[in-house]
């Protein structure tokens, strides 16, 4: 019942629940400015990491939700994601944004993510791109099509 975080420090969780399409996990952010919990699914066949953040009072951002483009491997009853820079944030209904584009380019210069890699993280960002478009910018619709039910620990409303 821990998750350990990019900069390798291990958090408890709250809940995890194992799905045949992925991994949940819910847990607190300990002291961060903005944010006070988080809930992610690891969908190893599409290639990301979906999040929805809750935030501080005053520190909410206007996106409903945040998309790493990861690689996830399972080992058992361990789950590894490895990030390779691209998001994409989802602003239900209305649009969505990559970002971290010139991170991404960045890293495959500093050797630190091989061409092949970062081929197949802009093949899932366009696909992603692509389908979340064609669904109106919805994401469980474009989910759905893919045999993705999400479940959240949180029961507040998207707007």
Not at 137 to 150: I, K, M, N, R
Request: proline share 4%; with cysteine; charged share 30%.
């Amino acid at each position: 019942m821990t998750n350990t975080d990019p900069k390798g420090t291990v958090r408890r969780v709250d809940e995890y629940r194992v799905e045949p399409f992925g991994l949940y996990m819910a847990r607190r952010v300990v002291d961060h400015p903005r944010m006070d919990y988080v809930e992610s699914w690891l969908l190893p066949r599409l290639g990301l990491r979906v999040t929805d953040w809750r935030w501080l009072p005053g520190q909410e951002r206007d996106q409903d939700y945040y998309l790493d483009i990861v690689d996830v491997t399972v080992s058992g009853a361990r789950w590894t994601s490895v990030d390779h820079y691209l998001d994409v944030i989802v602003r239900t209904g209305r649009e969505l944004e990559v970002l971290d584009s010139d991170e991404m380019l960045a890293a495959v210069r500093a050797g630190l993510l091989d061409p092949g890699t970062a081929q197949r993280a802009m093949e899932t960002t366009y696909r992603t791109v692509e389908g979340l478009a064609r669904c109106g910018y919805d994401l469980p619709t474009w989910l759905a099509e893919h045999g993705v039910v999400l479940r959240w620990r949180s029961q507040r409303r998207r707007t």
